[in-house]
């Protein structure tokens, strides 16, 4: 059986036509209080019934028609709907009706001049705090009301105070403008509290080819988390710019919603806190922080790779996140795939997201972001000497290193900026940043014939294929560089060549270091393979 | 309808009552109090159909019955009759008020035409009534009484199983006030309006009630208050509160600490210079003293130093409504406050020291020099 459901313009005519029906029956007053505020709000036509509800503005009135008044409208509705009625009473707002009211009487202003006898008319301006402009003209805006006691309304229903233009205001508490600055106010306090560096952001984020596929997965996630690209993997070598990536999407989550619950950790605080959660027995506690977070970010992730318990609590965790939609953000030095000892699982659900790799900065990327570090230090660095160290100095985060070092030299020793302070600077910096490998020279040998395919043998021997010779070029730079071998003995590891050869190999390589990226690369992807096995 | 009670327990009773009797309503029956009379106890109830009150006294009923008589009229001649026993009579026309020394007749209405309460049943939320005291001692005055605003009228009553919050603004300042004393297992959040409970305040010291009873009826929209023979049926309002969450400042800049009795007296002080220019006062915070100062353009200027304890030595200066500041120092109960600021145009935080769990936020002046 259908339900037939009357539409407003039909509800509309049959109740003007039962309230003048009705105005007869009623006195005025009964009339007002018991009709007119009690509107028929829906009309329903069930077969041989119908159904009518009224709306009414509290219980008592509810109450009281339903005890007085339910013979009368039910006659008057059995009349003009031709079916025996049903009636219903909801206490609620009626939906605002058109101005096309069927009686002379306002029904609201009968109603709350009831029960507020100061109330002013309804039509009262209602000056709301959401489409207040901001303050910058006078009589748009609230003024202070000397007396919250005393209203400060006149009889006609403007506002007094309107006419003190011009006199200083107090801004609405709940105005855009106060809502926005608090906000912004309030991301600010959060991101600190979460722990992300407030320096890193996108605005301070270089791009170029070599990271520009990063940057627009992450400004993607940090507009839209949860449903851009979940989970979203960066990985690529040191100082690429992972984690400031990473900072970024969580500042600027935090600054649409500064309420977003973020959580910032590296993998090694990940696997900390969950150790101590297990000792102090509050692992429920934990496992409730991590997984009702909207937004996860985990920093160096390869570090839970191996360690069972971690790799497991990550999981779940990795896996409830995702499941309501948290954002779940990842960066590693290598791609899942590379990370040893990850748990299939772990790294089949990695592999799922988005997974993008950072690359070595180019030279002109490095040039751009030492110009916009320098920049943010209000240091003035001059073109040639910022090509002179980004062509010295292979990643980012050494960049920072050199300009604090710059830094230092202008503002405390009162240098000027010129290429043999930076060259000062850049010898000792290489010096104290690379702390020499533990590594034997096979195992060099062995790193080098692994990154490029090539046979161990075929290296130390005397074929002279291109592929081979800077294989080995590569080699003899980083034993020199590196391991700090004698000339001599490196010239004997490649078939007793002579030390001048070795010589010639280590020259080479340093000046196509200067300008060519794959090679930076590969060199810093060998380094950092060492560093894994050195001792 | 026939019974005799003492005038006194009668006319304390009315008392409470009579606040829920409104001046000039339309409905002419709303002027008048229903007395009921059942087996042993007198109901009296009385509406202006947004809030109602209803109380019961324990009595001799010789006849049970009902009936509506002109509620100020009732009230005030049962204030000036003699303490002592009195009998109310009712026939259909009119009601009888006997004593030793006279009798009062006043003309009855069937108590048909009377409005019915609603039955509002729930689960019931029950507080101490000094707590609910509290909340409104704090919170109240910050809401508005701007009933164009229906929903700044209103407190924000927030019940979690992590307490009870309780929030009144007006768009310019903001109370809150919380307690993990009073829990529920289901979160519920209600829109009160804040004049209705002020009342049932006032009668819940009236009637040294220790506990008041909370009945919601979301269907229905109404909120029965039950204190000892009292009950006050208030209507839950409609609406969207405002964010108020969002506007509490949390990265403090500047945050000092001042004796609050000191800091009351500073503000009246400068509050006669501040009359004529919409009650701004000034502020001037350096690491040892506050400056209050005020202008009048007629009557003077005023200036006055208030020693304070300013742990991170930082400066300020912001310019408030005196009145919004003096709502707040005065309501607060404790001896200290602290006071916390982010930029002069920023909303600033008040706490006091020995009651953290309350929150005062206030919009300071734009002064445009």
Not at chain 2, 122 to 143: K, N
Request: glycine share 4%.
């Amino acid at each position: 059986m259908s339900t037939y459901t009357f539409s407003p313009p039909e509800l509309e005519s049959i109740w003007s036509q039962a309230c003048s029906e009705l105005q007869q029956q009623l006195s005025p007053a009964v009339f007002n209080t018991w009709v007119i505020s009690n509107p028929l709000t829906g009309l329903f036509i069930d077969g041989e019934t119908a159904r009518a509800v009224f709306t009414c503005p509290t219980a008592f009135h509810a109450t009281t028609i339903r005890k007085n008044l339910s013979t009368q409208l039910k006659t008057v509705l059995d009349a003009l709907v031709g079916k025996a009625v049903q009636l219903e009473f909801e206490v609620g707002t009626p939906t605002p009706k058109p101005p096309v009211s069927p009686t002379p009487n306002q029904p609201t202003s009968a109603n709350q001049s009831a029960a507020f006898p100061s109330a002013p008319a309804p039509s009262q301006p209602t000056p709301t705090a959401t489409s207040a402009p901001p303050a910058s003209t006078g009589a748009s805006s609230h003024a202070p009301t000397p007396s919250p006691a005393a209203p400060t309304f006149n009889s006609i229903g403007s506002l007094i105070h309107q006419t003190k233009s011009g006199s200083p205001r107090v801004e609405d508490l709940f105005s855009p403008s106060t809502l926005q600055s608090v906000a912004l106010d309030r991301a600010v306090v959060a991101a600190r509290q979460i722990g992300l560096r407030a320096d890193f952001t996108f605005e301070t984020f270089a791009v170029s080819t070599t990271n520009e596929m990063a940057h627009a997965a992450a400004t993607a996630v940090s507009n839209r988390p949860g449903t851009a690209y979940n989970p979203l993997f960066l990985y690529g070598g040191v100082g690429v710019g992972k984690t400031h990536l990473m900072h970024a999407i969580g500042n600027n989550i935090l600054k649409n919603n500064p309420e977003t619950r973020v959580i910032y950790c590296t993998g090694e605080e990940f696997t900390n806190e969950i150790v101590n959660a297990i000792q102090m027995k509050r692992a429920i506690k934990f496992k409730e922080r991590f997984r009702t977070a909207q937004v996860l970010l985990i920093d160096d992730v390869q570090f839970i790779a191996g360690k069972n318990a971690v790799q497991e609590e990550f999981f779940h965790t990795f896996n409830s996140l995702i499941k309501q939609a948290s954002q779940v953000v990842m960066t590693s030095d290598r791609p899942p795939h590379e990370i040893n000892l990850l748990e299939d699982r772990l790294r089949s659900r990695f592999e799922a997201g988005l997974m993008i790799d950072i690359q070595q900065p180019s030279f002109e990327l490095r040039t751009a972001i030492l110009l916009i570090k320098a920049s943010a230090v209000n240091l003035s660095i001059p073109m040639e000497i910022a090509q002179l160290i980004a062509s010295q100095v292979d990643s980012a985060r050494k960049i920072e290193g050199m300009i604090t070092s710059i830094r230092s030299a202008v503002e405390l020793q009162k240098k000027p900026i010129t290429s043999d302070l930076v060259n000062t600077i850049l010898n000792t910096e290489i010096d104290k940043q690379r702390p020499s490998l533990k590594v034997t020279p096979n195992d060099v040998l062995r790193a080098v014939a692994n990154h490029y395919r090539v046979k161990q043998i075929a290296i130390r021997g005397q074929q002279r294929v291109a592929e081979l010779v800077k294989a080995r070029h590569v080699a003899m730079f980083l034993l020199k560089e590196d391991l700090q071998l004698p000339l001599a003995e490196i010239g004997r590891w490649f078939s007793g060549r002579d030390h001048t050869s070795a010589l010639h190999a280590v020259r080479k390589v340093q000046k196509q270091l200067m300008t060519d990226d794959v090679l930076q690369r590969d060199i810093s992807a060998l380094r950092m393979s060492l560093t894994a096995v050195s001792k | 309808m026939q019974l005799t009670l003492s005038q006194t327990t009668l006319s304390q009773t009315l008392t409470v009552l009579q606040r829920a009797i409104p001046n000039k309503p339309t409905l002419p029956i709303l002027s008048s109090v229903l007395l009921t009379a059942e087996t042993d106890q007198l109901i009296i109830s009385a509406t202006d159909l947004y809030v109602g009150i209803k109380t019961t006294i324990p009595c001799q009923v010789t006849e049970p019955g009902s009936c509506a008589v002109p509620g100020r009229v009732f009230v005030e001649t049962v204030g000036q009759l003699d303490s002592g026993e009195l009998s109310l009579l009712s026939t259909p026309q009119e009601l009888q008020i006997q004593t030793k020394s006279g009798t009062t007749k006043l003309p009855s209405q069937p108590a048909e035409d009377f409005p019915a309460f609603p039955q509002v049943e729930g689960q019931p939320l029950e507080l101490p009534t000094t707590l609910f005291e509290e909340v409104l001692s704090q919170v109240a005055f910050a809401a508005s009484s701007d009933i164009t605003r229906p929903v700044l009228t209103s407190l924000l009553w927030q019940f979690s199983s992590e307490g009870l919050k309780v929030v009144g603004t007006d768009g310019f300042r903001l109370s809150v006030w919380e307690s993990p004393s009073v829990t529920t297992s289901a979160p519920v959040s209600l829109l009160l309006p804040a004049k209705a409970l002020q009342e049932v305040g006032k009668i819940a010291s009236l009637q040294k009630a220790e506990r008041l009873t909370l009945v919601v009826s979301t269907e229905l929209k109404q909120v029965m208050c039950q204190v000892g023979d009292t009950s006050v049926l208030i209507r839950l309002l409609d609406g969207e509160y405002p964010p108020y969450q969002k506007i509490i400042p949390n990265n403090i800049t500047t945050q000092i600490e001042f004796d609050t009795a000191e800091m009351i007296a500073h503000l009246k002080r400068a509050m006669i210079f501040a009359r004529e220019s919409s009650n701004i006062v000034q502020w001037h915070i350096t690491p040892e003293f506050c400056t209050i100062s005020a202008t009048s353009a007629t009557s003077g200027t005023h200036e006055g130093r208030l020693p304070i304890t300013n742990q991170e030595q930082a400066s300020g200066e912001i310019a408030f409504n005196v009145r919004y500041v003096l709502d707040f120092l005065q309501a607060c109960g404790s001896e200290r406050v602290w006071f916390g600021m982010v930029e002069s145009l920023k909303p600033a935080i008040f706490k006091p020291i020995d009651k953290p769990a309350s929150q005062y936020v206030v919009m300071p002046f734009r002064v445009q020099n």
